[in-house]
């Protein structure tokens, strides 16, 4: 078995010291990784990522992460980055990781993504060169997440995005906001190549569950949306190790 | 200094929603704002003490004379993670 713990959506400040470790005890017995859908920082400060290191600090399990809008928002994502990266943390903006762990391998495609919207209500690639730009930006950000993605081999594949793929997770938002939440460019490349799981956050009034057009759940892992720091998602397959996983694998 | 009152209501909402996201303390894209009169209502969640009283010293701020009914509420989160088993 191979369990995952998601969260997204920290928005830890100068003041959130402590917030975040309290409920990290006990997860290196009970999870093999943790991934972070970004928003890590509140107003992207890299004071508030050192919040966040100081908060793992001596945390035992691997930590993989993406940026959100909010890491970006002072315009120090690179330094933020480093912050990170010196303190043991994978950062994806379009690259991809694999954690072996007991239960087998877990394969990590991670990129922020962005907004753009949903089939019928989307923006087009038309018009002002700033309308280009944007709708630019996220079919680059598709276009990462696919060929990543079809390029990673793992027991278990997860795409790992701060904005969503689809409208179903959004559910609870207003439906005016929903172009700046996701883009259903993502769920088309994630559909192309193929993943177990979606992880996002960013929609902090959003549902917690959805899935692809193609089939793929999709999980919103935003705090807000959980109502607790993270979620576990236990995948009975891979590399096995004791028989209780045995008889799960062998019935799948 | 423009007062609530003295321009329309959406515009007084749009301003401080605006100052609510461009604030270092508040950075907050998550506060809902309904103005009435001299008053502002805000709701939502935030996730520290500090964040909920920045909301209402960045309100003070644009229109000293508002009255604020701050009813955000901050976070707190269960500890028991939810478990999900996928095949
Ligand atoms: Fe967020
Ligand atoms: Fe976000």
């Known amino acids: 078995?191979?369990?995952?713990?998601?969260?997204?959506?920290?928005?830890?400040?100068?003041?959130?010291?402590?917030?975040?470790?309290?409920?990290?005890?006990?997860?290196?017995?009970?999870?093999?990784?943790?991934?972070?859908a970004g928003d890590l920082t509140n107003y992207g400060d890299p004071a508030e990522a050192r919040v966040f290191t100081d908060e793992i600090a001596g945390f035992d399990l691997p930590v993989v992460t993406v940026l959100g809008n909010?890491?970006?928002?002072?315009?120090?994502?690179?330094?933020?980055?480093?912050?990170?990266e010196d303190a043991g943390v994978t950062v994806l903006e379009g690259?991809?990781?694999?954690?072996?762990?007991?239960?087998?391998?877990v394969a990590v495609a991670g990129i922020k993504g962005f907004g753009g919207g949903?089939?019928?209500?989307?923006?087009?690639?038309?018009?002002?060169?700033?309308?280009?730009?944007?709708?630019?930006?996220?079919?680059?950000?598709?276009?990462?997440?696919?060929?990543?993605?079809?390029s990673l081999e793992g027991d278990v594949k997860v795409?790992?995005?701060?904005?969503?793929?689809?409208?179903?997770?959004?559910?609870?938002?207003?439906?005016?906001?929903?172009?700046?939440?996701?883009?259903?460019?993502?769920?088309?490349?994630?559909?192309?190549?193929?993943?177990?799981?979606?992880?996002?956050?960013?929609?902090?009034?959003?549902?917690?569950?959805?899935t692809t057009p193609g089939g793929i759940p999709v999980r919103n892992v935003a705090q807000p949306v959980?109502?607790?720091?993270?979620?576990l998602f236990r995948f009975h397959r891979g590399r096995l190790s004791g028989d209780s996983d045995q008889d799960t694998a062998d019935a799948s | 200094m423009t007062e609530l009152g003295d321009e329309p209501v959406e515009y007084s909402v749009a301003h401080i929603k605006e100052a609510l996201a461009a604030d270092p303390h508040t950075a907050e894209l998550h506060v809902e704002v309904q103005v009435k009169g001299s008053s502002v209502a805000v709701t939502g969640r935030?996730?520290?003490?500090?964040?909920?009283?920045?909301?209402?010293?960045?309100?003070?701020?644009?229109?000293?004379?508002?009255?604020?009914?701050?009813?955000?509420?901050?976070?707190?989160?269960?500890?028991?993670?939810?478990?999900?088993?996928?095949?």
């Open chain 1, 118 to 150: 949903f089939a019928g209500a989307s923006a087009a690639d038309f018009g002002e060169p700033e309308m280009k730009q944007f709708v630019a930006h996220t079919k680059a950000a598709a276009e990462s997440i696919e060929s990543s993605l079809s």
């Open chain 2, 46 to 87: 935030v996730t520290t003490d500090e964040r909920r009283n920045a909301v209402e010293e960045v309100i003070g701020r644009l229109y000293p004379g508002a009255r604020i009914q701050n009813y955000i509420a901050v976070e707190v989160l269960d500890a028991d993670p939810t478990v999900e088993d996928l095949s």
């Open chain 1, 159 to 210: 795409a790992l995005l701060h904005y969503s793929p689809i409208e179903a997770t959004l559910r609870g938002e207003r439906l005016e906001i929903y172009p700046f939440l996701g883009s259903y460019l993502l769920a088309e490349a994630v559909d192309r190549a193929g993943a177990d799981i979606v992880l996002h956050g960013h929609a902090h009034t959003g549902a917690e569950r959805g």
């Open chain 1, 226 to 231: 959980l109502g607790h720091p993270y979620a």
């Open chain 1, 70 to 84: 909010h890491d970006y928002h002072a315009g120090a994502e690179s330094e933020i980055r480093s912050i990170l």
């Open chain 1, 1 to 36: 078995m191979i369990t995952i713990a998601a969260a997204a959506d920290l928005h830890l400040g100068l003041d959130s010291a402590g917030s975040f470790k309290a409920v990290l005890e006990g997860l290196d017995s009970s999870a093999d990784l943790l991934l972070l």
């Open chain 1, 95 to 105: 690259e991809s990781v694999s954690v072996s762990c007991d239960g087998g391998t």
